[in-house]
């Protein structure tokens, strides 16, 4: 069984179509909400709906869904609820926004809701699934941060700074799991395909988010089930050496 955030489009719903096809049940939270002050489009419940349709075809056992905002504290009582004493394996912290302004003049609502979703987001799933899974003795936590977390970018301070702080957040959280037999890491992904990327091509006034190819070394975006593999082998027995490693999956954009 795993738990993934952000399920309802992107690489989240990546995630759930590629562990699905190795026959994981499944628990996909989304918010299917708008994000004010953010004006990009967001998910609907109907995204949701049909990404647990094409799960239940790809080979997953069950499929569950979730409608809730991992940035508020209530979503670990929600979380908690749907799995009804159910033990993940796996849980995958991908919800994320993004929103662009210089460092010294980000809307406080707006600084506040990346550090909410980007950050809390990932407090918040660890607080609901951690604790079983350490009680099991197996187990293992992935988080999603940014290529942002790992190099400068230019009016991305607010971004850059929730998933900095989540990548630390999961690293400790991997000492903190030493030795319980569940593993904590984190992936970061470079420019890849997507409404969030077409949001960062906004920011910068760019005609569309295939801009962004000329500065990886492979020179073309990432699609999301690029970044979904690596996270899927994380949740695998096969990823079992590793905790505490921040794996950027980003074409070479920060080499």
């Given at each position: ?132 899974m350490a009680a099991a003795g197996n187990g293992r936590f992935v988080a999603v ?111």
């Open positions: 069984l795993a738990v993934v955030t952000g399920a309802a489009r992107g690489i989240g719903a990546a995630v759930a179509a590629g562990l699905a096809e190795h026959g994981w049940s499944l628990l996909l939270v989304d918010a299917c909400a708008p994000q004010p002050p953010l004006d990009y489009p967001m998910p609907t419940p109907a995204d949701l709906d049909a990404v647990a349709r094409g799960c239940r075809d790809a080979g997953a056992q069950t499929v569950d869904t979730l409608i809730a905002d991992v940035g508020d504290g209530a979503v670990r009582g929600k979380i908690a609820a749907a799995l009804d004493g159910r033990v993940p394996q796996a849980a995958v912290a991908v919800a994320g926004v993004i929103g662009g302004h210089n460092a010294w003049n980000a809307p406080d609502d707006a600084f506040d809701l990346l550090l909410r979703v980007n950050l809390y987001g990932v407090r918040h799933l660890a607080d609901a699934c951690v604790p079983s941060s940014s290529a942002a977390a790992l190099r400068a970018m230019p009016q991305l301070a607010a971004y850059s700074a929730a998933k900095a702080a989540a990548l630390a957040y999961v690293r400790a959280l991997a000492a903190d799991l030493a030795g319980s037999g569940v593993t904590a890491n984190v992936v970061c992904p470079g420019s890849t395909r997507g409404p969030m990327l077409e949001a960062s091509a906004a920011v910068y006034h760019l005609p569309s988010q295939d801009t962004f190819a000329g500065q990886a070394l492979l020179r073309r975006l990432l699609e999301p089930d690029e970044v979904a593999a690596a996270i899927a082998w994380l949740c695998s027995p096969d990823a079992g050496a590793l905790t505490g490693a921040v794996i950027p999956v980003d074409g070479g954009l920060s080499a």
